[in-house]
């Protein structure tokens, strides 16, 4: 398993809790971003910066994830399409996207683009709270916990 950022408008706190946990786990961590990005020297994570442009960081991340990896990230077409390649998508206030929900969510998605694109102002997301990192540090310790036990068992 590898755990794949979509780090151009990842929070900070959280990349610190995958800089975390992958140190912890010895699982491998990649940040693609449009800019460069500051990691921690570790064996375990790196960064890839691609072209700036519409999407390249996305199409990057879905060229290269495979089935069973995580990708972490608030863009929902991203996550359809790393679900429809058998991986994770988790977002950073802790919500795993699933293909039982992820329909949905991608209709919510269109229907408040074209909300705004008619002129209603629907504001962005709320500021990411303490509940939303600990969701998110508990929902990726326990996708993590099953993945090596699952390894532990397999071996």
């Not at 809790?17 to 786990?25: E, M, N």
């Not at 629907?122 to 993590?144: E, I, V, Y």
Request: proline content about 6%; some cysteine.
């Amino acid at each position: 398993m590898k755990i794949w950022v979509d780090a151009d408008a990842c929070p900070v706190a959280i990349k610190e809790i995958l800089f975390r946990a992958a140190k912890r786990t010895q699982l491998p961590l990649v940040l693609v971003a449009n800019q460069p990005i500051r990691v921690p020297p570790s064996r375990w994570i790196r960064s890839i910066q691609v072209a700036p442009g519409f999407d390249v960081a996305d199409s990057e991340i879905v060229k290269r994830v495979d089935a069973g990896d995580l990708v972490v990230t608030a863009d929902i077409p991203l996550a359809a399409e790393v679900i429809g390649k058998g991986a994770h998508a988790l977002n950073p206030r802790g919500e795993m996207y699933t293909r039982e929900t992820i329909g949905e969510r991608l209709n919510m998605r269109d229907f408040m683009d074209t909300l705004r694109g008619s002129g209603i102002r629907t504001g962005g997301p709320p500021t990411l709270s303490q509940s939303d990192k600990n969701a998110f540090a508990n929902q990726l310790d326990r996708l993590l916990t099953s993945h090596l036990s699952n390894l532990q068992s397999d071996s």
